[in-house]
């Protein structure tokens, strides 16, 4: 019994030595020393023998129940330590290795043309203003003097979202909200960027494209200080021997109205392909705030006079850069995208 006993022993270190998981461990744990294991069906079997042997085979049977657990713990511990300095050794940093770049973003042309926009207004004393995306039909249409109905409103197809709201056709409608927040202090200065939606889409229309929406409101406000305001403007953004040129138009919410024109950047003035041999390019439209607008923001039209422009962005981008489609703008591809800025 005894000698069953020691061999026993030697065949269970031996065994836990060689674990090569915590899973065999268990394993061999309870091939062993669980409930149905070779060293506790020895000492379940103690009533076997013969009683005089019994104390010294219960003790060496306890005593090696006592050491295997201890070997087996030790094991144990040997076996965590060696899964962590694996785990360091691969994960291990090479603090040699030259470092990886950060790749950093830069600004949108849209952006960056906006930004231009808004510094050159906001040095001629104007401030940023904005509105929302979606608008009442009363902030996009009614209050800018197009009645429901008016032909006026066929030429900016809108989508609309309930019969009240719609995404806003031109960023006109800030010009009304800026007033009424204002009205009646003097003077109102304020350049409105932001998108703007229209149903339409090809090389030079977009159904979502950018706005720029400028406002002056004073007494004594003349069309002579439009002409000098977007002079000024034209000269800052396309060089100092730029001109403009103003035809007559029509929109609503102001009277008179011109499109304004810029000459041709490509052929300056001498007329081209671009500029359909015309020498010129349209950029914007302006005019002065009609009374009816000042009215309804809280101005009275006896006292105060204003003008007003709206220019678009995509517009401007493409001809201070020289693109030829509108759509590059918003397809995001990183070759065109990474030549501004
Ligand atoms: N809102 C007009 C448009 O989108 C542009 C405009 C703005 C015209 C301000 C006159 C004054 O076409």
New binding site residues.
Partial sequence: MQQQLEELGREARLQIENAASPEELKEIKVRFLGKKGELTAILRGLGTIPSEQRPAVGRQANDLRTLLEEVIEQREHALRDLSRSNQWEKERIDVTLPGRPVSMGQKHPLTLITDEIKEIFVGLGFQVAHGPDIETDYYNYEALNFPADHPARDMQDSFYLTEKYLLRT?T?PVQVRAMEKKAPRLPVRIIAPGKVFRRDDDATHSPMFH?I?GLAVDKDITFADLKGTLLTFVRQMFGPEQKIRLRPSF?P??EP?AEVDILCVMCKGKGCRVCSDTGWLEIL???MVHPHVLSVSGYDPREVTGF???MGVERIAMLKYGIGDLRHFFTNDLRFLKQFG
Wanted: glycine share 22%; hydrophobic share 35%.
């Fill in positions: 031109h006109s706005q929406e929109f919410f102001t109205s439209g302006a005019g007003a422009f709206g």
